[in-house]
């Protein structure tokens, strides 16, 4: 129920008419989003490029960069995978036990973790979107902040626009968040 609701959301707000949402609507999409992404193919076709882990420290994330043409803007999924925390937990991937081996700890580059994603038997997981603006790291409820749109509104559309693309789920709607 509440995913159908969230596409419907989406729907709304989609890619085709993002154009003419307003950045009110905008605003309160991302207010309700709790920063969760599921990674899917929508991801690679949105042009995301996969960066392994390097060593225990950083994790694996996908990451797409933007600009506004006077300010350099990313989007970066960080997967923060912990085989024990995913058993204890469940998170942040979705899955069922046999997600204590993360899927995508043999990939290095975008084409490895495509194919992984388009395994037949791969679970959409779920990853934590985060924001970066110019120099700063902001997570997605400092972007939906009302005195970073004022102060950004350019800035601000071009990330929304994105979020909503990648499918940036409504808290409600997340399977880590929702309950
Ligand atoms: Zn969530």
Redesign the pocket.
Known sequence: MGAEENMDIVARIGRSDAGTSSTGALAAHLARA???VLVDARVIRQGYRFHAELGDEIPAFFNRRMSTGSTNLAVTLQAGFDPDAEIAARGPFTGHSAWAVDPFSDCRSTADAREVIEAHDYHAS?WLARITVGMQMLDVHEVADPLFIARHPNEFRAIAEELVSVGI?Q?HA?????D
């Open positions: 709790c920063g969760h779920l789920l808290a997340c399977p880590v968040c929702g």
